[in-house]
C-alpha cells in the first residue's frame, strides 16, 4: 500500500546537479550561491533586499534583535502558528502577547489586535497560514502614529503567495518578512530561510546579526558592534534553493490544482480564501468532529496526517508565563478539529483520487 504524508519536497536531477557543482567548487560557504539566491529572492517578491539563514526561527530572531526589541517589550503574534513565530520574543527577553484568530482563515484577526495593544506593543508578527495572507492593509491601519510598531510576516507557509496586488514578501505592508525552507514548505534548502526587506538600516543589521554582529569586513580588518549570531546559508543549501525557486510558480499552480480538487470532491468544512489572497497553499487542514479517530483511522489506511497546530499559549512553557487553555477560543476549537491532508506538487491525480477514496472509507 502506497503511504502518503502530509508534505513531502519535490526534488530534480537539475537540483542534486546544482548542489553537485557547488561541492565541486571553491566555497561551500559564504561564495557567490547565496547572493544568487537572495537576488532571485528579491527579483521573486519584489523586495529590495534579503538575507539568507540557516532557518526561519534564526530569521526571526535577527529580525527581532533588528527591531531592536528586549526586556519590557511586547510582541504580539497568533497562537495559531508553529512555536518559533512566539519563542523569537522570548530569545530577546520579550513578552509574547497572543492574539485570537478568524475562525474561517485561522489567521490572526485584526479587530482582536487592536484591542491588545498598548504603550509597550513593539512587534506584530502576522503568520500567513497553510499559506494564506493575513489582512495586512487592516493590520497596517491599527498602527499608531506617535511611535514606530514594527510589523514583522511569518511567511513561513507562504513563499509565492499573493495579498492583493503584492507578493508576500514585498514589504508593502511590513518592515520585514521571514521565510523558510524547510522540506515540508513550498521549496526547500534542506534547512534554511530568508528575511526580506525595504529598508537599508535594517539590511545591515540583519546581515551582522547573522555573522556575530560584525560590521565593515575589509581585508582582515573587521568590527564587532553588537552581539551577533552564526546564523549563515551554506552555499551548498543556497545552490538548491536557487534551483527549487525557478520551480516555485509551477509548484504553486500543482498546489491550487490539488485544494480544488480536494475543495470539490470531498466538501468538508476547509478555510476560505478571502479576496485579497491568492495562496501558494502549504497545507491543506479539514475539520473533522473525532479528530482523534480520524488520525488513527488515517493512519491505519497510509496517510500520515498532521496537527497543525497545538495553540502554542497552551504549550508548558507558556504557561508557566500565565496562559492557560481557554484563553484564546477559536484557536482552541481549530486545534480540536483540524487534520491536515497531503498536499505537495508530486501527488499524481491517481494519488489524488487514492486519497480521497481513502478518506470517504473513514468519515
Ligand atoms: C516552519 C515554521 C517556522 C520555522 O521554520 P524553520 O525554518 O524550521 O526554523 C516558523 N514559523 C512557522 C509558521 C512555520 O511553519
Redesign the pocket.
Known amino acids: 500500500m502506497k503511504v502518503y504524508n502530509y508534505g513531502k519536497q519535490s526534488i530534480t536531477e537539475d537540483d542534486i546537479k546544482s548542489v553537485i557543482d557547488v561541492l565541486q567548487s571553491p566555497y561551500l560557504t559564504c561564495g557567490p550561491k547565496v547572493k544568487e539566491f537572495e537576488k532571485a529572492i528579491c527579483e521573486y517578491t519584489g523586495a529590495k533586499y534579503c538575507v539568507a539563514v540557516n ?4 530569521g ?1 530572531h535577527i529580525a527581532m534583535l533588528a527591531a531592536g526589541i528586549g526586556g519590557d517589550d511586547d510582541v504580539i503574534t497568533s497562537p495559531m ?2 512555536l ?2 512566539a519563542n523569537c520574543a522570548r530569545y530577546c527577553g520579550a513578552n509574547v502577547v497572543f492574539t485570537d484568530v478568524e475562525p474561517e482563515t485561522a489567521n490572526i484577526d485584526p479587530v482582536e489586535i487592536k484591542k491588545q495593544l498598548t504603550p509597550k506593543t513593539k512587534v506584530i508578527v502576522p ?1 500567513h497560514f497553510a499559506g494564506q495572507s493575513c489582512n495586512m492593509e487592516a493590520i497596517q491601519k491599527l498602527l499608531p502614529v506617535d511611535r514606530k510598531v514594527y510589523i514583522i510576516e ?1 511567511a ?2 507562504a513563499i509565492g503567495s499573493d495579498y492583493k496586488d503584492t507578493k508576500v514578501g514585498s514589504c508593502k505592508y511590513s518592515d520585514m518578512t521571514v521565510f ?3 522540506p515540508v ?1 513550498t521549496i526547500t534548502t534542506g ?3 530568508a528575511v526580506t526587506t525595504n529598508n537599508e538600516v535594517l539590511y545591515k543589521k540583519l546581515l551582522a546579526f547573522r555573522s556575530h554582529g560584525m560590521h565593515h569586513t575589509q581585508d582582515w580588518k573587521y568590527d564587532m558592534v553588537e552581539l551577533g549570531l552564526n546564523y549563515r546559508m551554506t552555499d551548498i543549501q543556497a545552490a538548491l534553493g536557487c534551483s527549487q525557486i525557478k520551480r516555485l510558480e509551477q509548484f504553486k499552480k500543482r498546489r491550487r490544482e490539488i485544494v480544488d480538487y480536494y475543495n470539490r470532491n470531498l466538501r468538508l468544512p476547509h478555510l476560505v480564501e478571502k479576496e485579497y489572497s491568492n495562496a501558494c497553499f502549504h497545507l491543506y487542514p479539514i475539520l473533522v468532529e473525532d479528530r482523534k479517530s480520524f488520525y488513527d483511522k488515517a493512519k491505519e489506511i497510509g496517510l500520515n496526517l498532521q496537527v497543525h497546530y497545538i495553540p502554542v499559549h497552551t504549550q508548558p512553557y507558556y504557561q508557566k508565563l500565565g496562559y492557560k487553555w481557554g484563553d484564546y477560543p477559536n484557536a482552541e476549537k481549530y486545534y480540536e478539529h483540524c487534520i491536515s491532508l497531503p498536499l505537495y506538487p508530486d501527488l499524481t491525480n491517481e494519488d489524488l483520487e487514492d486519497i480521497v477514496s481513502r478518506i470517504k472509507r473513514i468519515l
Request: charged share 15%; net charge negative; hydrophobic share 35%.
Open positions: 532557518s526561519a526561527t534564526s526571526l502558528t508553529f518559533a513565530s503568520v511569518d513561513a507557509h523558510s525552507f524547510h514548505k534547512e534554511g530561510g
